[in-house]
């Protein structure tokens, strides 16, 4: 299965800024995507990055909040724009891969998550 | 509304004992998945299920999908510490194309004593 490195691993950033999180996947994926996870809770999809178009957006969560870049087939990154303390969450990206052992089912494997802390 | 209800929400248990997590829907699914996340990791999958009535074993968990694609649980027999975190359903609706469009129930944490 794909093996996805995520950085940074956590950071805590003043309210107003802004914070990139960069995705780096081992091999050439034709979509990545980003979800968002609350302390404890489940997963939210953020966006749909496909290489040379714009980011598909779910409902609710909008381009100048959450810029996407996917220069290559092999990386992306996500900025959280005009940080606020609402923004605290981790911050996960993942790439469809292939279950083996389950028919050619598609599910996802995800990197490790960024944890951001707004004060 | 959640499309994947997932219930218990918190569940803390001794060593040694057994459970079971739900995950209901209203809506049919094409496919179940579970995934188990411990803290300061991403979710990593345990099992698909594709087929209504499937159920599948993975050492010391049992996987089930329900006969109409609208249900499924996860049963863990002899539970132990390193059972120990949050475990998420998630799904592909019937006629869904992407699967990075997984619907996620709310998940489970769970907390195994010694």
């Known amino acids: 299965s794909a093996v996805i490195s995520q950085k940074p691993s956590r950071d805590i950033c003043q309210r107003g800024t802004s914070l990139t999180i960069q995705c780096q996947v081992d091999?050439?994926?034709?979509?990545m995507f980003w979800y968002r996870q609350q302390p404890g809770q489940s997963l939210t999809l953020i966006a749909t990055?496909?290489?040379?178009?714009?980011?598909?957006?779910e409902s609710g969560f909008v381009i100048d909040k959450f810029p996407i870049s996917r220069p290559n087939l092999t990386f992306s990154t996500l900025t959280v724009s005009n940080l606020s303390p609402e923004d605290s969450s981790i911050y996960l990206c993942?790439?469809?891969?292939?279950?083996?052992?389950?028919?050619?089912?598609?599910?996802?494997?995800f990197g490790a998550g960024s944890r951001l802390t707004v004060l | 509304t959640q499309l994947l209800e997932q219930s218990p929400q918190f569940l803390s248990i001794q060593e040694g004992e057994n459970l079971t997590v739900y995950c209901n829907s209203s809506?049919?699914?094409?496919?179940l998945q579970w995934y188990r996340q411990e803290p300061g990791e991403g979710p990593v999958l345990l099992v698909t299920?594709?087929?209504?009535?499937e159920v599948k074993k993975l050492k010391r968990l049992t996987f089930q999908f329900g006969d109409a694609r609208k249900d499924s649980s996860l049963h863990i027999t002899a539970a132990q510490p390193g059972d120990t975190g949050l475990y998420l359903c998630?799904?592909?609706?019937?006629?869904?194309?992407?699967?990075?469009?997984?619907?996620f129930g709310q998940g489970t944490i769970l907390t195994v004593h010694p």
């Open positions: 299920v594709v087929t209504g009535g």
């Open positions: 993942s790439v469809e891969d292939w279950d083996m052992g389950s028919s050619g089912a598609n599910v996802l494997t």
């Open positions: 809506s049919v699914f094409s496919s």
């Open positions: 091999s050439q994926v034709t979509m």
């Open positions: 998630a799904g592909v609706r019937a006629g869904g194309t992407s699967y990075g469009k997984l619907t």
């Open positions: 990055a496909n290489q040379g178009s714009e980011a598909t957006y």
